[in-house]
Protein backbone atom coordinates (compact mmCIF):
# COMPACT_ATOMS: atom_id res chain seq x y z
CA UNK A 1 0.00 0.00 0.00
CA UNK A 2 1.34 3.51 -0.41
CA UNK A 3 -0.08 7.15 0.60
CA UNK A 4 -1.28 7.52 -2.65
CA UNK A 5 -3.77 5.15 -2.76
CA UNK A 6 -4.91 5.96 1.15
CA UNK A 7 -8.10 7.14 0.99
CA UNK A 8 -10.71 8.44 3.50
CA UNK A 9 -14.39 7.44 2.33
CA UNK A 10 -14.07 4.56 4.24
CA UNK A 11 -13.85 6.21 7.65
CA UNK A 12 -16.72 5.11 9.92
CA UNK A 13 -17.02 7.94 12.33
CA UNK A 14 -15.79 5.94 15.55
CA UNK A 15 -12.44 7.35 16.60
CA UNK A 16 -10.51 3.51 16.11
CA UNK A 17 -10.57 4.29 12.75
CA UNK A 18 -9.19 7.50 13.40
CA UNK A 19 -6.06 6.13 15.14
CA UNK A 20 -5.64 3.31 13.13
CA UNK A 21 -6.08 4.88 9.64
CA UNK A 22 -3.12 7.23 11.10
CA UNK A 23 -1.37 4.76 11.93
CA UNK A 24 -1.57 3.27 8.58
CA UNK A 25 -0.17 5.93 6.64
CA UNK A 26 2.11 7.56 8.73
CA UNK A 27 4.33 4.16 9.72
CA UNK A 28 5.63 5.17 5.66
CA UNK A 29 7.66 7.41 6.42
CA UNK A 30 9.97 5.43 8.64
CA UNK A 31 11.93 5.90 11.44
CA UNK A 32 14.29 8.90 10.22
CA UNK A 33 14.19 12.19 12.66
CA UNK A 34 14.06 11.93 16.03
CA UNK A 35 16.15 9.05 16.03
CA UNK A 36 18.76 9.77 13.64
CA UNK A 37 21.78 10.78 14.01
CA UNK A 38 23.41 9.28 17.14
CA UNK A 39 26.43 8.17 17.70
CA UNK A 40 28.40 6.47 20.47
CA UNK A 41 30.59 3.44 21.37
CA UNK A 42 27.33 2.53 23.93
CA UNK A 43 24.44 -0.60 23.96
CA UNK A 44 21.78 0.80 21.40
CA UNK A 45 19.63 1.37 24.39
CA UNK A 46 21.88 3.63 26.36
CA UNK A 47 22.66 5.24 23.36
CA UNK A 48 18.54 6.03 22.82
CA UNK A 49 18.42 6.92 26.44
CA UNK A 50 21.16 9.55 25.75
CA UNK A 51 18.93 10.70 22.62
CA UNK A 52 15.38 10.41 24.05
CA UNK A 53 16.82 13.32 26.74
CA UNK A 54 17.78 15.73 24.62
CA UNK A 55 15.05 14.77 21.60
CA UNK A 56 14.40 17.54 19.82
CA UNK A 57 18.24 19.46 20.81
CA UNK A 58 21.41 19.73 19.24
CA UNK A 59 23.36 16.64 18.12
CA UNK A 60 26.78 18.41 18.69
CA UNK A 61 28.22 18.97 21.80
CA UNK A 62 31.62 21.02 22.32
CA UNK A 63 34.22 18.12 23.48
CA UNK A 64 36.91 20.46 23.81
CA UNK A 65 38.63 20.41 26.90
CA UNK A 66 39.16 16.38 27.47
CA UNK A 67 39.46 13.03 25.33
CA UNK A 68 38.93 9.84 26.43
CA UNK A 69 37.18 6.12 25.70
CA UNK A 70 35.29 3.81 27.39
CA UNK A 71 36.33 0.91 29.73
CA UNK A 72 35.90 -2.62 29.22
CA UNK A 73 32.93 -2.56 31.68
CA UNK A 74 31.54 -0.06 29.24
CA UNK A 75 32.07 2.97 31.66
CA UNK A 76 32.92 6.32 30.42
CA UNK A 77 36.74 7.34 31.11
CA UNK A 78 37.00 10.46 29.96
CA UNK A 79 37.17 13.54 32.28
CA UNK A 80 33.99 14.90 31.91
CA UNK A 81 34.13 18.09 34.13
CA UNK A 82 34.25 20.92 31.86
CA UNK A 83 34.15 19.12 28.90
CA UNK A 84 31.00 20.40 27.89
CA UNK A 85 31.67 24.17 28.90
CA UNK A 86 30.11 26.90 27.18
CA UNK A 87 26.92 24.44 26.29
CA UNK A 88 23.54 25.72 26.23
CA UNK A 89 20.08 24.43 24.48
CA UNK A 90 16.79 25.56 25.74
CA UNK A 91 16.69 24.44 29.48
CA UNK A 92 19.85 22.55 28.88
CA UNK A 93 23.20 23.97 30.66
CA UNK A 94 26.84 22.24 30.29
CA UNK A 95 26.89 20.81 34.12
CA UNK A 96 23.37 19.11 33.19
CA UNK A 97 24.75 17.38 30.46
CA UNK A 98 27.54 16.37 31.76
CA UNK A 99 25.57 15.01 34.88
CA UNK A 100 23.17 12.77 32.90
CA UNK A 101 27.02 11.65 31.56
CA UNK A 102 27.97 11.22 34.78
CA UNK A 103 24.87 9.49 36.26
CA UNK A 104 25.13 6.87 33.06
CA UNK A 105 28.87 6.05 34.11
CA UNK A 106 27.45 5.20 37.52
CA UNK A 107 24.67 3.08 36.14
CA UNK A 108 26.76 1.61 33.68
CA UNK A 109 29.54 0.64 36.70
CA UNK A 110 26.94 -0.14 39.13
CA UNK A 111 24.48 -2.42 36.86
CA UNK A 112 26.31 -3.11 33.45
CA UNK A 113 23.61 -1.31 31.54
CA UNK A 114 20.42 1.11 31.94
CA UNK A 115 17.89 -1.72 31.01
CA UNK A 116 19.01 -3.95 33.97
CA UNK A 117 19.09 -0.77 36.07
CA UNK A 118 15.71 0.09 35.03
CA UNK A 119 14.88 -3.39 35.69
CA UNK A 120 14.87 -3.22 39.62
CA UNK A 121 12.59 -1.45 40.12
CA UNK A 122 10.26 -2.37 37.85
CA UNK A 123 7.26 -4.19 38.62
CA UNK A 124 4.73 -5.98 35.87
CA UNK A 125 1.73 -5.88 38.42
CA UNK A 126 1.74 -2.40 38.45
CA UNK A 127 -1.21 -1.26 36.24
CA UNK A 128 1.14 0.92 34.25
CA UNK A 129 4.50 1.82 33.16
CA UNK A 130 4.21 4.94 35.87
CA UNK A 131 5.34 3.61 39.15
CA UNK A 132 8.23 1.83 37.55
CA UNK A 133 9.33 5.08 35.83
CA UNK A 134 9.12 6.92 38.94
CA UNK A 135 11.15 4.30 41.17
CA UNK A 136 13.77 4.53 38.26
CA UNK A 137 13.82 8.14 38.19
CA UNK A 138 14.71 8.27 42.34
CA UNK A 139 17.11 5.69 41.45
CA UNK A 140 19.18 8.02 39.41
CA UNK A 141 18.60 11.29 41.38
CA UNK A 142 20.31 9.54 44.36
CA UNK A 143 23.22 8.70 42.50
CA UNK A 144 26.64 10.75 43.31
CA UNK A 145 25.91 14.06 41.48
CA UNK A 146 29.26 15.62 42.27
CA UNK A 147 30.95 18.31 40.97
CA UNK A 148 28.15 19.20 39.07
CA UNK A 149 25.63 20.05 41.48
CA UNK A 150 25.74 20.25 45.70
CA UNK A 151 22.23 19.51 45.77
CA UNK A 152 19.34 18.72 43.54
CA UNK A 153 18.29 22.33 41.62
CA UNK A 154 14.92 23.65 41.46
CA UNK A 155 12.04 22.46 40.05
CA UNK A 156 12.13 23.48 36.45
CA UNK A 157 15.23 23.52 35.80
CA UNK A 158 17.35 21.30 32.78
CA UNK A 159 18.28 18.34 34.89
CA UNK A 160 14.50 18.20 35.97
CA UNK A 161 13.73 18.18 32.34
CA UNK A 162 16.04 15.54 31.63
CA UNK A 163 14.20 13.14 34.14
CA UNK A 164 11.04 13.99 34.94
CA UNK A 165 9.06 12.47 37.04
CA UNK A 166 5.36 11.06 36.47
CA UNK A 167 4.65 11.32 40.38
CA UNK A 168 4.98 15.07 40.27
CA UNK A 169 2.16 15.48 37.35
CA UNK A 170 4.96 16.03 34.57
CA UNK A 171 3.89 14.29 31.16
CA UNK A 172 7.59 12.81 30.70
CA UNK A 173 7.23 13.01 26.96
CA UNK A 174 11.08 12.01 26.84
CA UNK A 175 11.36 9.00 29.28
CA UNK A 176 8.36 7.53 27.66
CA UNK A 177 9.36 8.63 24.09
CA UNK A 178 12.66 6.36 25.05
CA UNK A 179 10.85 3.40 26.66
CA UNK A 180 8.58 3.30 23.78
CA UNK A 181 12.09 2.74 21.67
CA UNK A 182 13.30 -0.03 23.99
CA UNK A 183 9.74 -1.96 24.41
CA UNK A 184 7.59 -1.81 21.38
CA UNK A 185 9.44 -4.14 18.19
CA UNK A 186 8.09 -2.76 14.95
CA UNK A 187 9.65 -0.23 11.68
CA UNK A 188 10.36 2.37 13.79
CA UNK A 189 11.21 0.99 18.08
CA UNK A 190 13.99 -1.87 18.46
CA UNK A 191 12.14 -4.11 21.19
CA UNK A 192 15.54 -4.57 23.21
CA UNK A 193 13.89 -5.02 26.71
CA UNK A 194 11.22 -8.00 26.33
CA UNK A 195 10.60 -8.32 29.97
CA UNK A 196 8.67 -5.00 29.63
CA UNK A 197 5.04 -5.34 28.10
CA UNK A 198 4.20 -2.84 26.03
CA UNK A 199 0.62 -2.93 27.31
CA UNK A 200 2.36 -0.90 30.01
CA UNK A 201 3.77 1.96 27.76
CA UNK A 202 2.09 5.49 28.70
CA UNK A 203 1.71 7.55 25.06
CA UNK A 204 4.89 10.45 24.89
CA UNK A 205 2.70 13.69 25.39
CA UNK A 206 4.57 16.78 23.32
CA UNK A 207 2.44 19.19 22.05
CA UNK A 208 1.00 17.50 19.13
CA UNK A 209 -0.03 14.56 20.67
CA UNK A 210 -1.95 16.73 23.41
CA UNK A 211 -3.50 19.33 20.53
CA UNK A 212 -4.52 16.53 18.57
CA UNK A 213 -5.93 14.03 21.61
CA UNK A 214 -8.10 16.92 22.18
CA UNK A 215 -9.52 17.78 18.92
CA UNK A 216 -10.81 13.89 18.20
CA UNK A 217 -11.82 13.11 21.85
CA UNK A 218 -8.91 10.68 23.10
CA UNK A 219 -8.88 13.05 26.11
CA UNK A 220 -11.60 15.53 27.72
CA UNK A 221 -8.28 16.97 29.62
CA UNK A 222 -7.64 20.54 28.87
CA UNK A 223 -3.83 20.86 30.39
CA UNK A 224 -0.56 18.80 29.51
CA UNK A 225 0.55 16.58 32.16
CA UNK A 226 0.19 12.83 33.15
CA UNK A 227 -3.13 12.58 33.74
CA UNK A 228 -3.54 13.73 29.97
CA UNK A 229 -1.01 11.33 29.23
CA UNK A 230 -2.37 8.29 30.75
CA UNK A 231 -6.14 9.61 29.21
CA UNK A 232 -5.16 9.50 26.12
CA UNK A 233 -3.31 5.98 26.55
CA UNK A 234 -6.44 4.53 28.25
CA UNK A 235 -8.42 5.40 24.72
CA UNK A 236 -6.20 3.79 22.92
CA UNK A 237 -6.18 0.84 25.14
CA UNK A 238 -9.66 -0.04 23.79
CA UNK A 239 -8.53 -0.49 20.05
CA UNK A 240 -5.29 -2.23 21.34
CA UNK A 241 -5.03 -3.24 24.98
CA UNK A 242 -1.64 -5.00 24.17
CA UNK A 243 -0.15 -2.22 22.53
CA UNK A 244 -1.24 1.01 22.78
CA UNK A 245 1.48 3.40 22.19
CA UNK A 246 1.59 2.03 18.69
CA UNK A 247 -0.62 5.18 17.60
CA UNK A 248 1.94 7.67 18.90
CA UNK A 249 4.19 8.34 16.10
CA UNK A 250 0.70 8.46 13.69
CA UNK A 251 -0.59 10.97 15.96
CA UNK A 252 2.34 13.12 16.43
CA UNK A 253 2.88 13.28 13.21
CA UNK A 254 0.17 14.88 12.21
CA UNK A 255 1.18 17.60 14.30
CA UNK A 256 5.11 17.82 12.86
CA UNK A 257 3.57 17.93 9.29
CA UNK A 258 1.77 21.43 10.43
CA UNK A 259 -1.84 19.45 9.09
CA UNK A 260 -2.85 20.55 12.94
CA UNK A 261 -2.11 24.45 13.82
CA UNK A 262 -2.22 25.79 17.49
CA UNK A 263 -5.17 28.27 16.03
CA UNK A 264 -7.59 26.14 14.18
CA UNK A 265 -9.12 27.66 10.68
CA UNK A 266 -11.68 25.32 9.02
CA UNK A 267 -10.15 26.53 5.65
CA UNK A 268 -7.03 25.68 6.54
CA UNK A 269 -7.51 22.38 8.78
CA UNK A 270 -10.07 21.07 6.02
CA UNK A 271 -6.78 19.19 3.96
CA UNK A 272 -6.67 17.35 7.37
CA UNK A 273 -6.50 13.46 7.05
CA UNK A 274 -8.99 13.68 10.09
CA UNK A 275 -10.78 16.89 10.21
CA UNK A 276 -14.11 15.17 9.80
CA UNK A 277 -13.87 13.61 12.81
CA UNK A 278 -12.32 16.86 14.51
CA UNK A 279 -13.88 19.65 16.35
CA UNK A 280 -13.29 21.92 14.08
CA UNK A 281 -15.29 20.66 11.92
CA UNK A 282 -17.82 20.94 13.99
CA UNK A 283 -19.06 17.10 13.85
CA UNK A 284 -16.17 15.83 16.38
CA UNK A 285 -16.30 11.50 16.73
Known sequence: MT???IGFGWFEKDARWVVRHLRCRFSLYGSAGACSGVRGPERPGDRRFCRSCLVSGSDRADSEGGRGGVASDG???FPIRGVFDGFVYRFYRDRD???LIWWLN???REEGSIRSFFLRGYNERDEDIGPSLSRFVRAIRELEREPFYPSLPFRGSGIHHFLADPSDGSGCK????FLRWMVRR????LGLWQEVSPSKLVIPLDTHVSRIGRRIGLTKRRSPGWGMALEITETLRGFDPQDPVKYDFALCRVGMLNSCPAV???AGCSPCPVFRFCEVSGQGI
Open 97 to 99: VGL
Open 75 to 77: SFT
Open 186 to 189: DGLD
Open 3 to 5: VSR
Open 106 to 108: QII
Open 174 to 177: RLNL
Open 264 to 266: PDR
